[in-house]
């Protein structure tokens, strides 16, 4: 089977990605189910990757019924080590503006209705998720982020054209919320009292998830409006963030062509170990099937 150590996955507006060479698709099945699509294989910056659009090709998946444990298992069975996530948030601070971009972490989970981990039934683990994100990751992440508005800050100086004044910011806590309705006006409120930075809705659990599959997870979350909570504007409604989101797009291509090529090829973060010592369940109390299925996740802890 192919392999690629380092996985983008794709937010709304996001389905393809330019710029990949000897491109080919695996369709993969897995213990839960089909991933939200075919995964593209290729290199990017003479870097091999797999990208996969997290609701599909043309946006047919809704943020509750994502199949994020049959995404993330099909990332790992390829070799992946790294996922850069790019998602779309509202923005609840005043000094993150739509097109802005935010490098998270940390989480707040408001959804309700998502199988977020792998470990169920006749096999438990408990993952440490102190800190969500990869801060090596993230670091790289919010370094090419800011070289990009850089780059552009210089265009617009000297009288070149550009799409956007986004600016790159690092660090902040990230409230994922169920969907697929945006929040109510008290909710928004109460959400900025907590101290939260962003809002979204498609963070975990995939982070969750990859933290259990020890793969290193980080998060490019573009602002595309002010959620409901700033009375100044008007309330968030699906054109504003269209219009936004086509916008972020092509500023987050821009930064994953920069950030691919600087990560290295070990790993040494925490996160690379994390079910080190997370496995509750005694080898020979977990039935073969199960082990033959967790084999991607679990298989190097297996006696």
Not at 86 to 115: H, N
Not at 171 to 199: C, H, K, N, Q
Not at 253 to 265: G, S, W
Request: aromatic share 6%; with cysteine.
């Amino acid at each position: 089977m192919p392999e690629a150590r380092i996985a983008i996955i794709g937010g709304s507006g996001l389905y393809e990605m330019e710029g990949l060479a000897d491109v080919h698709e695996v369709e993969l099945d897995t213990p839960f189910g089909e991933p939200s699509d075919s995964i593209v294989l290729g290199k990017l910056e003479g870097v091999n990757v797999a990208f996969l659009p997290r609701h599909g090709r043309g946006h047919r998946i809704s943020p509750t019924r994502l199949p994020v444990r049959a995404n993330i298992y099909a990332l790992k069975a390829l070799g992946v080590e790294r996922i850069i996530s790019i998602s779309a948030v509202g923005s609840l601070k005043e000094e993150l503006r739509p097109l802005d971009m935010v490098v998270p972490d940390q989480l707040i989970d408001r959804t309700r209705q998502r199988a977020s981990t792998f470990f169920d039934d006749n096999l438990v683990a408990h993952v440490p998720f102190a800190d969500p994100f990869c801060t090596a990751l993230s670091a790289l992440l919010y370094q090419a982020a800011g070289q990009v508005c850089a780059d552009a800050a210089v265009s617009t100086s000297t009288g070149q054209s550009r799409s956007n004044d986004a600016a790159a910011h690092l660090g902040g806590t990230y409230v994922v919320m169920e969907g697929p309705a945006f929040s109510t006006r008290a909710e928004s409120l109460m959400y900025r009292s907590w101290g939260a930075d962003i809002i979204g809705m498609t963070a975990l659990p995939e982070a969750k998830l990859a933290r259990e599959a020890e793969i290193c997870y980080a998060t490019l979350a573009c602002v595309t409006d002010y959620d409901c909570w700033r009375e100044a504007t008007e309330a968030v409604t699906v054109e504003m963030v269209v219009a936004n989101l086509m916008k972020n797009v092509s500023t987050s291509k821009e930064v994953l062509r920069r950030v691919i090529p600087r990560i290295p090829a070990e790993r040494s973060c925490l996160c690379a170990a994390a079910l080190k010592d997370a496995i509750i369940t005694s080898s020979d109390r977990i039935p073969g099937d199960l082990k033959e299925n967790m084999r991607p996740i679990i298989g190097k802890y297996l006696k």
